[in-house]
């Protein structure tokens, strides 16, 4: 089955899941933590990313996940608020955490300085995205408009591009006159 151009719905989301989805564990298998509040899956040409995010709320702790491993942790800070840098390969992500009044928080996702909703949508203007599933394995793969390069499950392939044009020389004539 071959999908595309690529649709953000499907392989992206831009709202958040909270601790209390009871269909949500993370990829290790462990089950949800206490303090888990967020989780996003961000699209990128090599393949989906998922990014969780803890938040403890009365010690500050932090922890971000990237793809189930661990990739930041603070134990114990006194503000509570504020933001959280990281990187998805070469690209910047932050995640930002915001007071949403009396003790509760807003958490987003900032992917390449834009909104992960912005970010996704300009993705879908530069990358073709299809599904492809063959009878013993499945595919994502990807094609990057701008630079012509193709991932497939997140390694780049080495691809020769040809490009052939053929013009009707009486197709033009009658064009001309």
């Avoid at 699209?43 to 702790?61: A, I, L, N």
């Avoid at 840098?85 to 003790?103: A, L, N």
């Avoid at 793969?141 to 390069?149: G, P, S």
């Amino acid at each position: 089955m071959l999908l595309g151009p690529f649709v953000a719905r499907p392989f992206a989301s831009t709202t958040i899941r909270l601790i209390n989805d009871p269909n949500y564990s993370t990829q290790q298998g462990k089950g949800m933590s206490e303090d888990l509040v967020a989780c996003w899956d961000v699209p990128m040409s090599d393949m989906v990313h998922r990014v969780e995010f803890e938040h403890g709320t009365t010690t500050g702790k932090r922890v971000l996940r990237l793809d189930g491993k661990e990739i930041h942790r603070k134990d114990w800070m006194f503000k509570l608020v504020g933001d959280e840098v990281f990187y998805i390969g070469r690209t910047k992500c932050i995640v930002r955490v915001e007071p949403s009044g009396g003790f509760s928080y807003e958490y987003s996702l900032i992917v390449d300085g834009k909104s992960l909703e912005k970010f996704t949508e300009q993705l879908s203007k530069t990358c073709c995205t299809w599904l492809v599933q063959l009878p013993q394995n499945a595919y994502r793969v990807v094609l990057e408009r701008d630079t012509l390069d193709i991932w497939a499950n997140g390694d780049k392939l080495e691809a020769t591009v040809s490009i052939s044009i053929q013009l009707n020389y009486t197709v033009i004539q009658d064009l001309l006159s």
